[in-house]
């Protein structure tokens, strides 16, 4: 079964910095495409960075460029996002997401269950 768990999520303060973890399980994982993907309170959902097979290719919403990073594991399974220089309006829930190939453009097929992030002083 496909399985993907997120950690990381928590408070911290404006210009402040977290990094979320995503452990997958259930599928070859260099086989496929990942992002982060994050919804606001009451609001909808808002693609946030991807990262190929390989890792070399990466890319980021506007507002998160410069800001965040993302990578991944392949030996240990796991998905990463480093956010720097937090700002309140990046508190949302952070979903990471698989999608169902190698191409950056295919869809994303599973979820996780979500870790919460709150920027506030």
């Known amino acids: 079964e496909v399985q993907l768990v997120e950690s990381g999520g928590g408070l911290v303060q404006p210009g402040g910095s977290l990094r979320l973890s995503c452990e997958a399980s259930g599928f070859p994982f260099d086989d496929y495409v990942l992002s982060w993907v994050r919804q606001a309170p009451g609001k909808g959902l808002e693609w946030v960075s991807l990262i190929n097979w390989t890792g070399r290719t990466t890319h980021y919403g506007e507002t998160m460029k410069g800001r965040f990073t993302i990578t991944r594991d392949n030996a240990k399974n796991t998905l990463y996002l480093q956010m720097n220089s937090l700002k309140s309006e990046d508190t949302a829930v952070y979903y990471c997401?698989?999608?169902?190939?190698?191409?950056?453009?295919?869809?994303?097929?599973?979820w996780g269950q979500g870790t919460p992030v709150t920027v506030s002083s």
């Open positions: 997401a698989r999608h169902q190939s190698t191409e950056i453009d295919s869809a994303m097929d599973y």
